[in-house]
């Protein structure tokens, strides 16, 4: 195969017939055909080139914490951003690349003495991942601290920095997928007291324990109804601890759908058709997902080459 004599000559770390739900968070998916890991910017840009160039068909993932992926053989190059976690300060801003989780950026922000984005400190995504979604919690969003992003047009084949008000930032939605592919993001940073904001990141590690499931999930399935969460609706149908197979609605929070431990993505995709399905009966409101699911067709994803 063309694609691994490439990646053995720069090498680039892959796996062949990768277990998608390994690398899911919330433990679910078939098979990958190849899994490649990128360990910095020129790795990245190397493999999007000869992906692009040869039209083999891939996808960009960080910590899959919000995407639902196929149960049966996903053929693509799934391409992960988990190895690519460099973080650097200057003037008043941290520059982090794409598979840096949130958390880990958070506690190294207290470690340089700078004031970190406390309410994003429990999100488990990825800098590139938060940003591609405008992930937020407690009333803030990456989008509030984000100054610009590096990002790699494949189109024009070259990397361009793209400023924030040109992301087209909105609830939990960014244009960043018609930019390109996200490299690193610039987020605003000082310094401050570090003991203060310490104490603020553990009360909202304390909440989210309080308020959410343990249980394997993707975070909220679906987007607020104007100012009422859609977990309000569900809750009132009387949804909660409703299962599908091992797919389950939490009976801590109504706006999470928990993996039991054996849940399939087929599971997950029905169990949000019937939830849809009652709150519009019930409510006459139309939920619409959060998440991403990647559709299946004859038991393949298929995507658009990038």
């Given at each position: 195969?063309?694609?691994?004599?490439?990646?053995?000559?720069?090498?680039?770390?892959?796996?062949?017939?990768?277990?998608?739900?390994?690398?899911?968070?919330?433990?679910?998916?078939?098979?990958?055909?190849?899994?490649?890991?990128?360990?910095?910017?020129?790795?990245?840009?190397?493999?999007?080139?000869?992906?692009?160039?040869?039209?083999?068909?891939?996808?960009?993932?960080?910590?899959?914490?919000?995407?639902?992926?196929?149960?049966?053989?996903?053929?693509?190059?799934?391409?992960?951003?988990?190895?690519?976690?460099?973080?650097?300060?200057?003037?008043?801003?941290?520059?982090?690349?794409?598979?840096?989780p949130l958390s880990l950026l958070c506690r190294t922000m207290l470690a340089e003495g700078r004031v970190p984005p406390a309410e994003l400190s429990g999100i488990p995504a990825t800098v590139g991942g938060a940003v591609y979604q405008n992930a937020g919690a407690f009333g803030i969003e990456i989008a509030d601290y984000l100054r610009y992003a590096d990002i790699y047009d494949p189109k024009q084949d070259r990397v361009v920095r793209v400023e924030r008000d040109a992301l087209g930032f909105s609830y939990r939605r960014s244009a960043l997928s018609s930019h390109g592919i996200l490299l690193s993001a610039a987020l605003a940073c000082h310094e401050g007291d570090i003991k203060a904001a310490e104490a603020s990141m553990t009360r909202v590690l304390a909440l989210r324990r309080k308020s959410q499931p343990s249980a394997p999930?993707?975070?909220?399935?679906?987007?607020?109804?104007?100012?009422?969460?859609?977990?309000?609706?569900?809750?009132?149908?009387?949804?909660?601890?409703y299962s599908i197979g091992g797919a389950s609605v939490s009976t801590k929070?109504?706006?999470?759908?928990?993996?039991?431990?054996?849940?399939?993505?087929?599971?997950?995709?029905?169990?949000?058709?019937?939830?849809?399905?009652?709150?519009?009966?019930?409510?006459?409101?139309?939920?619409?997902?959060?998440?991403?699911?990647?559709?299946?067709?004859?038991?393949?994803?298929?995507?658009?080459?990038?």
């Open positions: 195969m063309e694609l691994i004599s490439f990646l053995n000559q720069h090498d680039i770390e892959y796996t062949a017939s990768e277990s998608v739900a390994r690398l899911s968070f919330v433990g679910i998916g078939g098979q990958a055909a190849l899994a490649v890991y990128p360990k910095n910017r020129g790795e990245m840009l190397c493999l999007i080139a000869y992906l692009s160039s040869h039209r083999i068909p891939y996808k960009v993932v960080g910590n899959m914490s919000n995407i639902l992926p196929p149960d049966g053989f996903w053929g693509i190059c799934l391409v992960s951003t988990c190895k690519m976690r460099s973080v650097y300060f200057e003037e008043g801003l941290a520059i982090a690349e794409c598979g840096l999930s993707l975070g909220s399935v679906f987007l607020r109804v104007g100012e009422t969460s859609a977990a309000y609706y569900i809750d009132r149908a009387g949804l909660k601890g929070h109504a706006g999470f759908i928990v993996n039991t431990g054996n849940a399939t993505s087929r599971d997950f995709r029905a169990l949000i058709a019937f939830i849809e399905k009652t709150v519009f009966e019930r409510f006459g409101v139309a939920l619409k997902t959060e998440i991403e699911i990647v559709k299946e067709k004859e038991g393949n994803a298929w995507l658009r080459f990038a």
